[in-house]
């Protein structure tokens, strides 16, 4: 079993600055994409942002250019710097992690953290 801790979310004025964290402990060694993904109200969650673990990114369209995903593997925790920040980035944050457990591909999630942008 993975389990993810996130934090770092909050509210923040529009073209303001916020950086989550998440941090993995339990059965590591099998983890590869980690990554971010955010809900809002009425929508379906979407992709935010994925790094391998050879630290290949990808991103959502929407956020190209202004946020940034790292990860420390020595510390476990991977990282979403948002920078310029727009109201419609307003949204629950889950930190997910791809791993295999006898094989079979497994996905986990931490429990969220909200991130409020007003305008």
């Known amino acids: 079993q993975v389990q993810l801790v996130e934090s770092g979310g909050g509210l923040v004025q529009a073209g303001g600055s916020l950086r989550l964290s998440c941090a993995a402990s339990?059965?590591?060694?099998?983890?590869?994409?980690m990554g971010w993904y955010r809900q809002a109200p009425g929508k379906q969650r979407e992709l935010v942002a994925a790094?391998?673990?050879?630290?290949?990114?990808n991103y959502a369209d929407s956020v190209k250019g202004r946020f940034t995903i790292s990860r420390d593997n020595a510390k476990n925790t991977v990282y979403l710097q948002m920078n310029s920040l727009k109201p419609e980035d307003t949204a629950v944050y889950y930190c997910?992690?791809?791993?295999?457990?006898?094989?079979?591909?497994?996905?986990?999630w931490g429990q969220g953290t909200q991130v409020t942008v007003s305008s």
């Open positions: 339990g059965i590591i060694f099998n983890i590869n994409t």
């Open positions: 790094i391998t673990g050879g630290s290949i990114t």
């Open positions: 997910n992690a791809e791993s295999r457990l006898l094989g079979v591909p497994v996905s986990y």
